[in-house]
């Protein structure tokens, strides 16, 4: 992509508001819907319910800054370049987006209201507003860097418009009713984009309300299995899971509650406002997580090199248009990723782009609504995902990963029977 950022070939009709839900390292495993019992996720339960949930969603990078500027472009890491995390660093302080078209962008000039709520990390610093926002609350990494961003409860500080603010509590709280004020504010005509991006499902795995925690606590957790290992070198101590990890789930799982406690709380502010039937809602993820399964705590850059487990690609994907959807309660068990999403969002809001934009943004994503609308339609077999030198292609039963130089070959490649060996315990690859 080169040029200036996106200023034509947008139009749209009034169209649905759109609260997208973006969570930080909130594996697919770790969610009611998709078959976990142990964890409570009744917001979640019930958006599936009341719209459709994609049982094959994996994400694009299982790494944050790479899957979230992926979602934000509609195009591969190796197509936008981020290929691994920013961080706050002279040698990544540089306009990684340049030349990009943002998807805030697009439905900012297609006359969407548009924020970001939360967690950016598309580039060194999150202090400055990003393209597209006309609302913008994020992090304010000087005070003490990165890690404040990840500090669930005490005392965080934000960029709110791109001024210095800290507060006090628990974070997630404090950008729930940010979003909320942005729904409650804005003119019932004009229709909305919210990025609601909390952190809470991030390292660290503590901190969080205390009263879920102790309810964890008290649980019987046997989901997650137990003696795992990796073939795999943990790239960080933090990443070698104890022998217990019972502690850690609980706190996991309290962050995933408490993340759906939010949601709720926006969805009940939706519904008093009378416009749920005509808001989009989606609830996905950056990419997954382990919390102890293969012995790590983590995703993909947990270890060295690079794993492309199960658990670090999939993430909860879950859509409810109750107005536009034709059916509920609707289980796809699609390759679906971001890229994906990207395209589904500009469907559904209407946008028409010229030729030349879409050449420019050049997608390989694919919008859904044509498939619910015609379920025996045509879609992909295959699911991608890469990080740094490693690419992962998969048809559901097999995945093969693939290591390219200048890293390799020391760590080979690998290929997976999924169906006979779910755990990826045997590499098949010779």
Same mark, same amino acid.
């Given at each position: 992509?080169?040029?200036?950022?996106? /200023?034509?070939?947008?139009?749209?009709?009034?169209?649905?508001?759109?609260?997208?839900?973006?969570?930080?390292?909130?594996?697919?495993?770790?969610?009611?819907?998709?078959?976990?019992?142990?964890?409570? /996720?009744?917001?979640?339960?019930?958006?599936?319910?009341?719209? =459709?949930?994609?049982?094959?969603?994996?994400?694009?990078?299982?790494?944050?800054?790479?899957?979230?500027?992926?979602?934000?472009?509609?195009?591969?890491?190796?197509?936008?370049?981020?290929?691994?995390?920013?961080?706050?660093?002279? !040698?990544?302080?540089?306009?990684?987006?340049?030349?990009?078209?943002?998807?805030?962008?697009?439905?900012?000039?297609?006359?969407?209201?548009?924020?970001?709520?939360?967690?950016?990390?598309?580039?060194?610093?999150?202090?400055?507003?990003?393209?597209?926002?006309?609302?913008?609350?994020?992090?304010?990494?000087?005070?003490?860097?990165?890690?404040?961003?990840?500090?669930?409860?005490?005392?965080?500080?934000?960029?709110?418009?791109?001024?210095?603010?800290?507060?006090?509590?628990?974070?997630?709280?404090?950008?729930? @009713?940010?979003?909320?004020?942005?729904?409650? !504010?804005?003119?019932?005509?004009?229709?909305?984009?919210?990025?609601?991006?909390?952190?809470?499902?991030?390292?660290?795995?503590?901190?969080?309300?205390?009263? %879920?925690?102790?309810?964890?606590?008290?649980?019987? %957790?046997?989901?997650?299995?137990?003696?795992?290992?990796?073939?795999?070198?943990?790239?960080?101590?933090? @990443?070698? @899971?104890?022998?217990?990890?019972?502690?850690?789930?609980?706190?996991?799982?309290?962050?995933?509650?408490?993340?759906?406690?939010?949601? @709720?709380?926006?969805?009940?502010?939706?519904?008093?406002?009378?416009?749920?039937?005509?808001? %989009?809602?989606?609830?996905?993820?950056?990419?997954?997580?382990?919390?102890?399964?293969?012995? =790590?705590?983590?995703?993909?850059?947990? /270890?060295?090199?690079?794993?492309?487990?199960?658990?670090?690609?999939?993430?909860?994907?879950? =859509?409810?248009?109750?107005?536009?959807?034709?059916?509920?309660?609707?289980?796809?068990?699609?390759?679906?990723?971001?890229?994906?999403?990207?395209?589904?969002?500009?469907?559904?809001?209407?946008?028409?782009?010229?030729?030349?934009?879409?050449?420019?943004?050049?997608?390989?994503?694919?919008?859904?609504?044509?498939?619910?609308?015609?379920?025996?339609?045509?879609?992909?077999?295959?699911?991608?995902?890469?990080?740094?030198?490693?690419?992962?292609?998969?048809?559901?039963?097999?995945?093969?990963?693939?290591?390219?130089?200048? %890293?390799?070959?020391?760590?080979?490649?690998?290929?997976?029977?999924?169906?006979?060996?779910?755990?990826?315990?045997?590499?098949?690859?010779?």
């Amino acid at each position: 992509a080169c040029g200036s950022p996106a /200023t034509e070939d947008a139009t749209s009709t009034r169209t649905p508001d759109i609260v997208l839900f973006l969570a930080d390292d909130h594996g697919q495993w770790a969610a009611g819907p998709y078959g976990n019992e142990e964890v409570e /996720t009744p917001t979640l339960d019930s958006l599936a319910g009341s719209g =459709l949930m994609m049982a094959n969603a994996t994400s694009p990078a299982p790494v944050c800054s790479p899957a979230r500027i992926s979602l934000m472009t509609g195009r591969m890491p190796s197509q936008h370049g981020y290929n691994k995390y920013k961080t706050k660093r002279p !040698d990544f302080d540089h306009d990684w987006l340049a030349g990009e078209v943002l998807l805030s962008e697009l439905l900012q000039q297609a006359g969407y209201r548009t924020a970001l709520i939360g967690k950016w990390h598309g580039s060194a610093t999150s202090f400055v507003p990003a393209r597209g926002f006309d609302r913008w609350l994020s992090y304010d990494q000087g005070p003490e860097d990165w890690p404040n961003q990840y500090l669930h409860s005490g005392t965080v500080h934000f960029s709110d418009q791109g001024m210095a603010v800290s507060v006090d509590g628990f974070q997630l709280e404090h950008l729930g @009713a940010a979003a909320r004020e942005f729904i409650a !504010d804005g003119d019932r005509e004009q229709a909305y984009f919210l990025v609601f991006a909390p952190t809470d499902t991030h390292e660290p795995i503590t901190g969080h309300p205390e009263e %879920l925690v102790e309810r964890y606590r008290s649980a019987d %957790l046997d989901l997650l299995p137990s003696a795992e290992g990796s073939p795999f070198q943990a790239a960080y101590d933090a @990443a070698v @899971a104890p022998d217990d990890f019972g502690e850690t789930l609980a706190q996991y799982y309290a962050a995933v509650s408490h993340q759906d406690e939010e949601l @709720a709380k926006i969805l009940d502010l939706i519904k008093a406002r009378g416009t749920l039937d005509n808001t %989009l809602v989606i609830y996905t993820s950056d990419h997954g997580m382990m919390v102890g399964h293969h012995g =790590l705590i983590g995703k993909s850059n947990a /270890t060295i090199p690079q794993n492309l487990y199960e658990e670090s690609i999939r993430v909860p994907m879950i =859509l409810s248009w109750p107005g536009g959807f034709p059916d509920t309660g609707v289980v796809l068990d699609l390759p679906f990723d971001h890229l994906d999403l990207f395209q589904t969002i500009l469907d559904a809001a209407g946008i028409e782009l010229g030729e030349h934009m879409w050449r420019r943004i050049n997608s390989p994503g694919r919008s859904l609504l044509p498939k619910l609308r015609e379920l025996d339609a045509e879609w992909r077999r295959y699911r991608y995902t890469e990080h740094g030198n490693a690419r992962a292609i998969s048809d559901g039963r097999h995945k093969l990963v693939r290591r390219y130089p200048p %890293l390799d070959p020391r760590f080979g490649d690998e290929l997976y029977d999924l169906e006979a060996d779910p755990r990826e315990t045997t590499n098949l690859v010779d």
